[in-house]
């Protein structure tokens, strides 16, 4: 059974840094696509950025590229997103994804796998 756990959520200051760290299990993840989503109250879940977990390919939405980098670490099973010049408007929980389809895919709706969320707060 395939689970994901991300953690390293918190709170932080406007132009501050957090990384997130999304934990999987339960099967090979070699023909997947990770992802990270997010969703701020009153919103739908939106698309963060993405990465095949093998080759280097990654994609981000225009919001956050240049801000965030996703990465993987392999032997560990571990997917983060590292997150620097945060914004008031970054604030949301965030949610790993997992998808068994090596093409990157940003709609919620093709990614088979979530995590519970690990909630970002950025203040003013």
């Known amino acids: 059974q395939v689970q994901l756990v991300e953690s390293g959520g918190g709170l932080v200051q406007a132009g501050g840094s957090l990384r997130l760290s999304c934990a999987a299990s339960g099967r090979t993840f070699s023909d997947s696509t990770m992802a990270w989503f997010r969703q701020a109250p009153g919103k739908e879940r939106e698309f963060v950025a993405a990465?095949?977990?093998?080759?280097?390919?990654?994609y981000y939405a225009g919001s956050v590229k240049g801000r965030f980098t996703i990465s993987r670490e392999n032997a560990k099973n571990t997917v983060y997103l590292q997150m620097n010049s945060l914004k008031p408007e970054d604030t949301a929980v965030y949610y790993c994804a997992a998808r068994f389809d090596v093409a990157i895919a940003t709609r919620t709706g093709l990614y088979d796998y979530w995590g519970q969320g690990t909630q970002v707060t950025v203040s003013s």
């Open positions: 990465i095949r977990w093998t080759g280097s390919t990654t």
